[in-house]
């Protein structure tokens, strides 16, 4: 059945009945029509306020998203009509655990602190590692052998000029993806960038036809266990290393970004990118959320609903609708 809006009238009977749509209903996802008049603010709009931040599903404001609804701010994305609500739904109804999931996790750290959020974000990517939708994909996607890239030198080549030191990712052979390696010489680098005051300006930039297309897919599936995995996280995740010495940290990016490759550099004081750049976040599709810090990173920079909209949505976001939302801060 084809999903309809929901009038006033109907969010309150819906929150009134207690049945709310879930995953385990034929309506993974709720829609709103923010264009109908909202009535008198009191008790009745507090509660659907309530109620839509508390829905387990996604929901979806339908309406003008430069015009100001007083439901707006509860909704998790807002589009201007159907037919941008359109993919959302079908990606929505494909892995409807990950996008229940993934909408959970924004409305719930977006006051926390950074330590706080990234571990939120943590338990909810090893949750879905466990879930039916990541192992169905990873049945058919999994890697005969993680990807084994020829490129010479270290994983991060670490330049110095007088106090700017430039971190190179250096693996062009492999897109600079967000491997084992490249996160472990990414963590040395930036524990050197922390302790070592005098390297005043920090360059993250990468090798080759783009700076990163995120976590490297031919390791997918190698973790012992989604808990273990977890673990490591806490222990060893870039952007939180970033997150510690990001003030004199800017990262300058191009081509691809992907996943990783735009998470982590969020991180950063100070993101630029040129104009061949693009960013999207696909994790959707393989029954996950961003899992590299960008459920933290990339809403403290564009806020919750952009972010929702880049990853029920998938869809890829231009250098110049980057910078005019904010997720890089110039153009070069």
Do not use: K
């Amino acid at each position: 059945m084809p999903l309809a809006p929901l009038t006033l009238a109907m969010l309150d009977a819906l929150l009134d009945s207690g049945e709310t749509p879930s995953l385990f209903s034929d309506q993974p996802c709720v829609l709103l029509d923010l264009t109908q008049p909202p009535g008198p603010r009191g008790p009745r709009h507090a509660r659907r306020l309530h109620g839509l931040r508390t829905l387990p599903a996604p929901v979806i404001g339908l309406g003008n998203p430069d015009r100001h609804s007083p439901l707006a701010e509860a909704c998790d994305v807002v589009v201007a009509s159907m037919t941008e609500a359109a993919p959302l739904i079908d990606r929505i109804a494909t892995t409807p655990i990950a996008a229940a999931v993934f909408v959970q996790l924004l409305r719930a750290t977006e006051g926390l602190p950074l330590d706080a959020a990234l571990f939120a974000e943590s338990l909810a990517y090893s949750t879905l590692q466990a879930g039916p939708e990541y192992q169905a994909w990873l049945a058919v996607n999994r890697a005969a052998e993680p990807a084994q890239p020829d490129d010479p030198g270290p994983a991060v080549d670490i330049q110095r000029d007088g106090p700017r030191l430039t971190l190179w990712l250096n693996r062009p052979s492999n897109r600079n993806a967000m491997s084992r390696e490249m996160r472990d010489a990414l963590i040395e680098a930036l524990n050197l960038v922390r302790l070592d005051l005098s390297a005043e300006q920090v360059i993250i930039a990468g090798r080759g036809a783009c700076f990163s297309t995120g976590g490297d897919l031919s390791e997918f599936g190698t973790a012992p266990d989604p808990a273990t995995a977890h673990l490591v996280r806490s222990l060893a995740l870039p952007g939180r290393a970033l997150a510690a010495c990001a003030e004199r940290v800017a990262a300058r990016l191009h081509g691809a970004c992907v996943g990783s490759g735009i998470e982590f550099p969020a991180f950063a004081h100070r993101v630029e990118a040129n104009h061949n750049a693009w960013f999207q976040l696909p994790e959707l599709r393989f029954g996950l959320i961003p899992g590299a810090g960008g459920c933290v990173s990339i809403p403290r920079r564009i806020g919750r609903q952009r972010t929702a909209w880049m990853v029920l949505s998938g869809a890829r976001v231009d250098a110049a609708t980057a910078h005019a939302w904010g997720l890089v801060d110039a153009l070069v």
